[in-house]
């Protein structure tokens, strides 16, 4: 089932209220260690999916952070966590779509994608513009779920995209999309792809974009 910009929008404001409690226990282990691979370069960081802004008050204040998202309720929650815990290291929250990023090439030191990849109509885009907007040197570190790309689990993956795609993300992107988006970018190098626990079904996948 195709997804569509304005139906991911309108599924994540309606999670909006209980985003955190849903989801922020589930995510945890990711958001750190996400949180940590983007601190190993540091400096100026976007957040894209950035959401309620969790993660936020988690990294450190010697980073610069930019968090951007397609869902304004979503972002809403961002901005009230930003002031309540003082985050004066965060410059910017504004809704943008990850497919469509108004950033200049090169402004960011780390992107970081919190399982959005599979959340967006067009990953492979998605993924073109955050390595788009890092600068070279600079990393991008993806959390996301593998599907499988064939057997039982495969079909049941796909059976299930209907019903996954109106909740706001897909069941189905196998690792070989990964693989052949890399493919297209030969400035862009896999440093690290392991499964996060306690039962790896998410995965925390890092590229570098080197420097001519």
Known sequence: MEMKTAGVATAY?????????????VFKTGRRQSIDAAEEVGGRILEVGVGTGISLP??????????????????????Q????????????I???DAENLSFPDNSFDVVVAQYVVTAVPNPEQALNEFAR?????????????IG??????????????PVTSKLGWRTEFPWSRYEAWAATQPGI??????????LGHFSLIRYRKMPA
Not at 58 to 79: F, H, P
Not at 133 to 145: H, S
Not at 151 to 160: D, M, S
């Open 13 to 25: 404001d309606r999670w909006a209220p209980i985003y955190d409690l849903v989801f922020g226990g």
């Open 58 to 79: 988690q990294y450190s204040r010697a980073n610069q952070l930019v968090g951007v998202d397609i869902a304004d309720a979503m972002l809403e929650k961002a901005r």
């Open 81 to 92: 966590r930003v002031k309540r815990f003082g985050l004066s290291n965060v410059e910017q």
């Open 94 to 96: 504004s809704v943008m």
């Open 133 to 145: 907007v890092v600068r070279p040197g600079g990393d991008i570190v993806i959390t996301t779920r």
């Open 148 to 161: 499988a790309s064939k057997g039982v689990r495969g079909n049941i993956e796909k059976a299930l995209m």
């Open 189 to 198: 190098r896999l440093m690290d792809n392991r499964p996060l626990p306690p």
